[in-house]
């Protein structure tokens, strides 16, 4: 079975699994130790599953926190969607200061509403508060989180490959994690993931768990 296969199983089997992994009082800092004979799921999901929750917890947190930071941001600039955070110019701006630019006009852009649906040339682009647009901001969030979540585990399942237990410290949600595992020889690894948010250039917070293997 090739390594797509592999990760399409993983995903397909991670929603039926995951209410019975998520039972396990998923928002304390994990020490799951799970083993093949005790439990049908994988022991890397098993053990790292239980963080789902808390790294949704923490879309909900980032997501106010950058409502916030573009509120005062309209303050200072007086509304004005072209001050707060102007487009960028394919011209004169560099590929990375353009995306840069761009990622955050949209970021703005939606979570405000119009103040007036149509504008005369040089009139003011100006926005204001909008709870709507800022509840559906951070629900997409937490949809996201938890999708992003679902990928990391099966790419991290299939990046380590077959194992026999997998025992997780700490908290790669809050902080940085560590995973033992013990492959089907007897090896022993460890792994450290940490979490890193991003804004896409649509405006919408990406999450990533970059994870490499510990040398001692």
């Keep these: 079975m090739n390594r797509i296969t592999d990760m399409r199983k993983i995903l397909e089997s ?6 019975l992994i998520l039972d396990k009082n998923p928002r304390k800092e994990v020490s799951n130790c799970v083993k093949e004979e005790s439990a049908s799921i994988q022991p890397i999901e098993a053990a790292v599953m239980p963080l789902k929750t808390e790294a949704i917890k923490r879309a909900e947190i980032e997501a106010n926190k950058i409502i916030n930071r573009v509120i005062k941001d309209f303050e200072e600039a007086d509304w004005d969607l072209d001050v707060a955070a102007p487009r960028g110019d ?16 949209n ?37 996201d989180a938890a999708m992003q979540y679902d990928i990391f585990v099966a790419k991290l399942t299939n990046k380590i490959g077959p194992v026999v237990s997998a025992d997780l410290k700490g908290s790669h949600v809050w902080g940085f994690s560590i995973l033992t595992v013990v492959k089907p020889d007897g090896t022993k690894e460890r792994w450290k993931t940490q979490q890193i948010v991003n804004v896409s250039k649509l405006g919408k917070l990406f999450n990533q768990w970059p994870t490499r293997k510990v040398v001692r």
């Design 107 to 143: 970021l703005y852009k939606s979570v405000t509403t119009y103040v007036k649906p149509t504008r005369t040339r040089g009139e003011p682009n100006l926005r204001k508060q909008s709870v709507t647009h800022e509840d559906e901001f951070i629900k997409n969030a937490e949809q």
């Design 90 to 105: 394919s011209i004169r701006d560099g590929r990375d200061q353009y995306l840069k630019k761009q990622s955050k006009h």
């Design 14 to 19: 991670i929603e039926e699994k995951k209410m």
